[in-house]
Nanobody, 127 residues
């Protein structure tokens, strides 16, 4: 699976962005998709994951109520909707894919379980 993330940019605090991640190469609808981010000097951290059907999402506590994910399997695309952004959300955001299995439903927050990664898109939030 090849992943291509886009949609990052510079936004003021309180603003919104929508990130996209397009996939090609395999059956997209079989994959659980995760979003991670990495701020300068920090480790990569889990943000949101969405199951293959799109019916279930998982979010880290710091983004609950602000970030959501959706997907369009017909277009092989997953989205990360970012709202109420703060400067602490500044990071490179990555999308990642892993086959949607029972094990993956338990391991969605662990970056090591993802097989494929996009190149990342920069989100910068100014105060």
């Amino acid at each position: 699976v090849q992943l291509q993330a886009s949609g990052g940019g510079l936004v003021q605090a309180g603003g919104s962005l929508r990130l996209s991640c397009g996939a090609s190469g395999h059956t997209f609808s079989r994959y659980l998709m995760g979003w991670f981010r990495q701020a300068p000097g920090k480790e990569r951290e889990f943000v949101v994951a969405i199951t293959s059907s799109g019916r279930t999402t998982y979010s880290t506590d710091s983004v609950k109520g602000r970030f959501t994910s959706s997907r369009d399997n017909a277009r092989n695309t997953v989205f990360l909707h970012l709202t109420s952004l703060t400067p602490e959300d500044t990071a490179v955001y990555y999308c990642a894919a892993a086959l949607d299995t029972l094990d993956m439903r338990l391991a969605f927050a662990n970056s090591r379980h993802y097989e494929y990664w996009g190149q990342g898109t920069q989100v910068t939030v100014s105060s």
